[in-house]
């Protein structure tokens, strides 16, 4: 027999942090069973976008930088907030060109998820990006150090097979993005 699962009731909701682009929401959140959470917390951040760009001698554009959360520098996929009312798509090519200096008009959704339904209620778009050009012209935020690097095909496979990448985030995106250009079998 197959249980029914069903939404909680919220009982009540505050907001009991805000600051820049985060809050914290308080709910008492009565299950149907009738126990009673409170307090469950909910972090409520932007949504965001990732593309995975790849030039045409199949170099995939990284961006390095030093993520202060968990004190590491990371290698990742270029991407950034989705600002409000803003549509993923124009905001992801927006960070490609502000974060990179590259575009292109070959842009496609690979997917979009929930990154971390049990604590968070924001959304996450992956895109992929092929046959870039450089602009040459980036144009960071004011607190962004980014350096660009070029990862070769073959580089960027050793390194997605052996793990190395450790923006958690990001993982789904890259191998969806080498299963979409046939570098990874499915």
Known sequence: ????????????????????????KEEACQLPDGRVIDPYLIIKVPDF????MVTPKEEIVMVKQYRHAAGIITLELPGGLIEANEDPMIA??????????YQTDQFELLYSVYPNPPLESNYAY??????I?????TAYDPFEDIEI????KEDFMKQLLAHSFKHG???????AAAIKL???KG
């Not at 992801?92 to 200096?101: L, V, Y």
């Not at 992956?126 to 046959?131: G, K, Q, V, W």
Request: charged content about 20%; hydrophobic content about 40%; proline content about 3%.
């Open 133 to 137: 050009e450089s602009t040459g012209k």
């Open 149 to 152: 690097v070029l990862v070769p």
């Open 92 to 101: 992801a090519k927006r960070e490609m060109k502000e974060e990179t200096g």
């Open 182 to 184: 046939g570098w990874l």
């Open 126 to 131: 992956f895109y992929l990006a092929t046959a």
């Open 1 to 24: 027999m197959q249980k029914e699962i069903k939404p909680w009731s919220i009982q009540q909701s505050i907001v009991g942090y805000t600051k820049k682009w985060l809050s914290v």
């Open 169 to 175: 985030a990001q993982i789904g995106a890259m191998y």
């Open 49 to 52: 976008c990732n593309i995975f």
